[in-house]
């Protein structure tokens, strides 16, 4: 059974740091590019980090420099540093599997910066 499952999440101020880890099961994790999705309140889900299965790294511009994607293989986890968080980060943050023909998701875990 795929399974997707997040943890991490959690209520911080602006400035702060999480670490959001995401453990995979049910498919063939070592072959697979892994990403990060959030989804702001009111907003679609958008991208904002992969990783590929070697480890090649992608980020989108608005966490560039704050966020830190890798992945452990022997532990089927992708994990996501987040430093320097902004109140725009808030969102629900999910783990995803880019498989073919469809994207794999979590459930989400939720990230909320303040003030």
């Known amino acids: 059974q795929v399974r997707l499952v997040e943890s991490g999440g959690d209520s911080v101020q602006a400035g702060g740091s999480l670490k959001l880890s995401c453990v995979a099961t049910g498919f063939p994790f070592n072959n697979t590019v892994m990403a990060w999705y959030r989804q702001a309140p009111g907003k679609q889900r958008a991208l904002v980090s992969t990783i590929s299965s070697r480890g090649t790294t992608w980020y989108g511009l608005d966490v560039q420099g704050r966020f830190t994607i890798s992945r452990d293989n022997d532990k089927n986890t992708i994990y996501l540093q987040m430093n320097s968080l902004k109140i725009e980060d808030t969102a629900v943050y999910f783990c995803?599997?880019?498989?073919?023909?469809?994207?794999?998701y979590g459930q989400g875990t939720q990230v909320t910066v303040s003030s």
């Open positions: 995803a599997a880019l498989t073919s023909p469809k994207n794999l």
